[in-house]
């Protein structure tokens, strides 16, 4: 999918919007926040290798003129980068604002090719960073909960350092997101360039891969299709859901913060569950008969995930406003209409 060339390499259908590159932008997220964008007024390029990104994401903005998407892979060098986004309707050094979102995002995924996850998350980083050098744009890194690993404190603040294994079966995205943050500070550091850092935490809704093996997908495409619900551990392990449309609203805010708070700033919904009450709860509401099918624990599975938002709320005046039940009852909604 690519754009059409506006005069002057502007966006013809906005001209006086201002100039967005979005990474993974045809992803669970990354098309969230695409969404979000246009309806601010900017112009966007939407960025993707499509390999867990779906065209189905976005195929509702194919004709608004504000909105180009390209086939492109992150990791690849950053006048390649450049180079695809001089076909759609912007100049490569007219972007004003990075949201870096490109990655696998889920165990099924990202260990199905460890290598390349790890060279998306640094090299697609350090490409990004380097683009946003040239160009003079703020940037914005898309970091994670798994930073944290296997987390020994909860819930968890941003000063924790983590308890991540580097050698083991998720250490290509934990690590990768860790070496991520250090190449943005430290672009910050040399080069004076504006980073924004925010480590998302589990987040939930319309749009999710139906085969991406995160725990919401799974319990309800289960539950739908009468299938076992299936739960690794006892069930006694604890995550923090938090739905879509609140996350998008923190990074937006994240993006336009002042301007040296870099970050990292925790994103997520402190409400904690175990996943025996995930799986209880998506039964209860698809109506489901269902039973529940015990699992060993994959191997460095954590425990415990609960993010400590008290910075979010200081400095950007966000915290989660839709409960768990609501937002479970509008994917399951989603997933219905998917099946």
């Given amino acids: 999918m690519n754009g059409e060339n506006g005069e002057n390499g502007k966006l013809m259908g906005n001209p006086n919007g201002k100039k967005v590159l979005v990474t993974g932008g045809a992803g669970f997220l990354g098309s969230h926040l695409c969404d979000r964008l246009l309806k601010e007024g900017a112009s966007v390029v939407c960025l993707d290798n499509f390999m867990t990104g779906q065209e189905a994401n976005i195929a509702h903005l194919k004709d608004n003129p504000a909105f180009s998407a390209v086939r492109h892979d992150v990791a690849d060098g950053v006048d390649g980068v450049a180079a695809y986004i001089s076909r759609t309707p912007h100049k490569p050094y007219t972007i004003e604002e990075i949201y870096n979102l490109a990655c696998p995002a889920s165990p099924v995924h990202y ?42 404190l909860s819930p968890q603040p941003e000063s924790y350092h983590g308890n991540v294994n580097p050698i083991g079966i998720r250490a290509c995205y934990d690590e990768g997101k860790r070496a991520a943050e250090t190449l943005f500070f430290d672009y910050r550091r040399m080069y004076g360039t504006r980073i924004k850092v925010v480590r998302i935490f589990n987040t939930y809704g319309p749009r999710m891969h139906p085969a991406d093996g995160r725990v919401v997908s799974n319990f309800i495409m289960q539950a739908l299709r009468g299938e076992d619900i299936t739960i690794y551990g006892d069930g ?10 609140d996350l998008i609203e923190a990074i937006c805010r994240m993006m336009q913060s002042r301007e040296d708070l870099a970050g990292p700033v ?15 709860k998506v039964l209860s509401l698809t109506g489901s008969r269902s039973k529940l099918a015990f699992q060993p624990l994959p191997q460095d599975d954590p425990q415990q995930r609960k993010p400590d938002i008290g910075l979010a709320k200081a400095e950007l005046g966000w915290e ?20």
């Avoid at 006694?236 to 449309?245: A, G, H, K, P």
């Fill in 266 to 280: 925790n994103i997520g919904n402190p409400g904690e569950f175990t996943i025996r009450e995930l799986a209880e």
């Fill in 236 to 245: 006694r392990q604890t995550r923090s859901f938090c739905y879509v449309d």
């Fill in 111 to 152: 260990q199905k090719d460890p290598v390349r996850t790890l060279k998306t998350s640094v090299w697609g980083a350090l490409n990004m960073l380097e683009l946003a050098r040239r160009a003079g744009a703020k940037v914005l890194q898309a970091s994670t909960s798994e930073v944290y690993g296997d987390a020994i």
């Fill in 320 to 339: 989660p406003r839709v409960p768990l039940d609501e937002g479970l009852k509008m994917t399951i909604a989603w997933f219905k209409e998917v099946l």
